[in-house]
């Protein structure tokens, strides 16, 4: 497929990211600070009438975006659109995309107002922001035009899921007075296209921005803002922290998936006893290898050399436990691993901060996850990540709720315990 045919199929977003159900009353996030190796989150309090612009931290009055454009009104792009109209931004929304796109994306409701790509001068009039929500290498191809043809003061951003290319190819052609800082938001859906887009994609998922000094602190703190006021969490990473990081934790494991599904499907070719013993914990770790070419193609070509450093790392892991299997020094890896998988957060759209959880046993019976979270939605208590983890037909099982806060979870807990249900903290 060749880069201009997959200009508007910017794909399910980041890959390997689960979907997620509509928050019914999304809560904004405050900043946190994680450690110096996990990056610096970027936050501070929006004003209480902010109604798309942002306080500046440096000198400068309020900063507003006036005209917003999205360049690719599929999944991604769609759902900033939407988002951007359900927190009341003030600013015009501009959308980029294919005719048939544009159609589709203004009777949603996606887009103020709508232009084909060869029309792409057009909707760059008067805009101070421009987001690219295409496929990397269509992003590659944006950039040059889109900084020859943006008027100055202009912020540029886009969400590929690689970074360094992307933010060499912004230094080379953005001149003078135009700014650039790569994007990469931490969500995404099974779904595609601008008839997929959802207001809440980005409730609680981690935005990674690559920061720059040469872009003004306003029109930073600006952008900052408006992705906190869509309700992303934003992390500030450096593009070569970014790309060995998501090599290490996305993209090494479908590499794996991948070839592991492939092994195991060979070996069922030569004898068909493989695959019908595939049972949950294959299908769980080998999830991802569903995932399209089409999809990663792109991404490995821009991040081939820290996914080989990963691949090679872990080899050298696999040896190392080859020669050691049967010793009893083993259970040190099962151990350490078990902790450390232990600490992962468990929200799919890439919290960084661990949530707090309570465990609630639930009876086998329509409605009563729908029960639970009315009872708490009626109280105040927003529920920031479910998970259905035991069930028995006819015997019910055990949900997990997470909550951004300890006070929060500790109100679920009593209100459940109110209403008949068993609650308690991990």
Known sequence: MRARDRQDQEGRGTPGARPRARASAARQAQAIQPGADQGRFAGGDLPADHPGGCRPRGRGGLVFFRRAVIVGVGLLGGSLGLALKRTGFAGRRVGVSRPETVA????????????????????????????????????LELIAEIGRLAEPGALITDVGSTKRRIVAAARAHCGDGIHFVGGHPMAGSEKSGVTAADPFLFQNAIYILVPDDAVPADRYRALIDLLRLIGARVLELEADHHDRAVAAIS???????TSLVEMVGRLNEERDHYLPLAAGGFRDLTRIASSPFAMWEDIVATNADEIGGMIDRYIAALKDVKARLGEASLGGDFEYANRIRGSIPRDAKGFIHALHEVLVQAEDRPGVIAEI???LGEAGVNINDIEVMKVREGEGGTLRLGFDSAEGAERAIGILAGVGFTARRP
């Open 104 to 139: 589709q994306a203004l009777e949603l409701g996606v887009i103020d107002e709508g232009w084909s790509y060869d029309q792409l001068d057009k909707a760059l009039v008067g805009a101070d922001l421009v987001f690219i929500c295409t496929p990397i290498q269509r992003i």
């Open 251 to 257: 993209h090494l494991p479908q590499m794996l998936a």
């Open 373 to 375: 979270g009315r009872v």
